[in-house]
């Protein structure tokens, strides 16, 4: 079974970090693209933050760039993070992880962050 486990959202105020952590099991990442992915109230689903190990391409939203850094456990391929600093108010949102093939994608359930002003 494919399993992608999301942790690490929470409460935390403008300017401060969170590290989200997504536990993946059942797919590797040499078949598939890892992402961030989150979804606030009344907004579009945005993606994130993505890395590909097949072309060892990542990418980010504009939105992101020079706060956040997408990252993966390597050497056991279990666990992929986000690491989000300078937090904004407009980050708040649900945070999903996805592992993404050419035939499918894999979607984990959501942690919520929330940045206070």
């Known amino acids: 079974d494919v399993q992608l486990q999301a942790s690490g959202g929470g409460l935390v105020q403008a300017g401060g970090s969170l590290r989200l952590s997504c536990a993946v099991s059942?797919?590797?990442?040499?078949?598939?693209?890892m992402s961030w992915i989150r979804q606030a109230p009344g907004k579009e689903r945005e993606v994130v933050s993505c890395?590909?190990?097949?072309?060892?391409?990542?990418?980010y939203a504009d939105s992101v760039k020079g706060r956040f850094t997408i990252s993966s456990d390597s050497n056991t391929e279990n666990a992929v993070f986000l690491q989000m600093n300078s937090l904004k108010p407009e980050d708040t949102a649900v945070y999903y992880c996805t592992g993404e093939s050419q035939r499918r994608v894999y979607w984990g359930q959501g942690t919520q962050v929330t940045v206070s002003s």
């Open positions: 890395m590909s190990k097949s072309d060892g391409s990542i990418y």
């Open positions: 059942g797919i590797t990442f040499d078949d598939y693209a």
